[in-house]
C-alpha cells in the first residue's frame, strides 16, 4: 500500500514554506553573530550534536545509533551504521514500502516522547554544567586561599628570620661593644695600677733617700757626740792636771817654808782636794 495522503515515508509531511523576497537595500538591520564550534558541513554538525546527545542518554544508542554512524566519516561507518540499524525497534524504523504508515497520533507521541528526553538531557547537561562550574569556583576559591594563606605563612617565616637575625645582630655588637669596654676597662686599671705603682716605687725612694739622710744625720750627730764626750773627757783630764801641778807646787813651797826656820813667818798651805 502507499502512503496515506499527508503522509510520508518517516512521517507526516510538512507543507513547504512560501517563498518571500525581501528587499535588503530598504530599511536598516541588525546583525547578531553567534560565536560557536565550526563546522565544515552539516553532515558533520548533525554528527556532532548526535554525538553529544548519545553522550548524554547512552540508551538512545539502539536507536539513532546507524544515524548517527551514518553521518561519520571515516572507514567503516556505513557498515557500523548498517549493523545498528538491524536493532533498531520497529517502530522507531517507521512502515516498509507497501505498508500503511504508523499512526500519527503514535508519532506524535513519539516526537514528544523524544523531546522530552531531550530537555530533560539538556536540563541535566545544563545542571552539571552549573555543578561543575560551581566546583570549579569552589576549587578556584579554594586555592586562591590556600596561595594566600602560603604567603601569608612565607611572609610571617620571612620576618621572623629577619627579627631573628637583627636580634642575633644586636646581640652580636653588644658583646663586641662589652668586650670592648672590658678591655678598655683592664687597660685603664692597667695603666692606674702602673701608675700607683710608679707613685709608691718613686715615695719608696724619697723614703729611703730620706730614711739614708736621717741614717746619715744620726750618724753624724753620734759621731759629734762621741767628739763632744771625748772633749770632755779631756777638758777634764786638763783640769785635773792643773791641779795636780797646783798641788805638788804647793806642797813644793811648803817644803821649802819648812826647811828655813829663821823666818818667823808663818805659811799657811790651802790645799784644794780635787774636785
Not at 539513532?64 to 520497529?90: M, N, Q, S, T
Not at 507521541?109 to 545544563?126: A, F, H, P
Not at 545542571?127 to 561543575?132: A, F, G, P, S
Not at 678598655?184 to 686599671?189: A, C, F, I, V, Y
Amino acid at each position: 500500500m502507499g502512503a496515506p495522503p499527508g503522509l510520508g515515508p518517516m512521517g507526516p509531511r510538512r507543507p513547504r514554506p512560501k517563498v518571500r523576497n525581501y528587499d535588503l537595500s530598504v530599511g536598516r538591520y541588525t546583525v547578531t553573530v553567534t560565536v560557536g564550534k565550526a563546522f565544515q558541513s552539516r553532515v558533520s554538525q548533525a554528527a556532532e550534536e548526535m554525538g553529544q546527545v548519545l553522550t548524554a542518554n547512552p540508551n538512545l544508542m539502539p536507536i539513532i545509533g546507524d544515524l548517527y554512524f551514518k553521518y561519520r566519516d571515516f572507514p567503516g561507518h556505513e557498515e557500523i551504521a548498517e549493523r545498528l540499524k538491524r536493532l533498531v525497534p520497529p517502530q522507531a524504523m517507521g512502515p516498509t514500502p507497501g505498508e500503511d504508515g504508523p499512526d500519527p497520533e503514535q508519532l506524535q507521541q513519539q516526537l514528544q516522547q523524544v523531546q522530552q528526553q531531550s530537555g530533560q538531557m539538556i536540563e541535566q547537561l545544563t545542571q552539571q554544567l552549573r555543578t561543575t562550574q560551581q566546583q570549579i569556583q569552589e576549587d578556584q576559591v579554594k586555592v586562591q586561599g590556600d596561595i594566600q594563606l602560603r604567603q601569608m605563612t612565607t611572609q610571617a617565616d620571612m620576618q621572623e628570620k629577619q627579627m631573628e637575625l637583627q636580634a642575633r645582630m644586636q646581640q652580636a655588637q653588644m658583646e663586641i661593644q662589652s668586650r670592648q669596654q672590658i678591655a678598655q676597662l683592664q687597660m685603664e686599671s692597667q695603666l692606674q695600677i702602673a701608675q700607683l705603682r710608679g707613685t709608691y716605687t718613686s715615695q719608696d725612694v724619697n723614703a729611703r733617700i730620706a730614711a739614708d739622710e736621717r741614717d746619715r744625720e744620726d750618724t753624724q750627730a753620734h759621731e759629734m757626740g762621741i767628739e763632744g764626750h771625748k772633749a770632755v773627757i779631756a777638758d777634764h783630764a786638763f783640769e785635773q792636771g792643773v791641779r795636780e801641778a797646783e798641788r805638788t807646787e804647793a806642797v813644793a813651797r811648803a817644803a821649802d817654808a819648812l826647811l828655813q826656820p829663821e823666818v818667823d813667818t808663818a805659811v799657811i798651805v790651802d790645799i784644794e782636794e780635787p774636785r
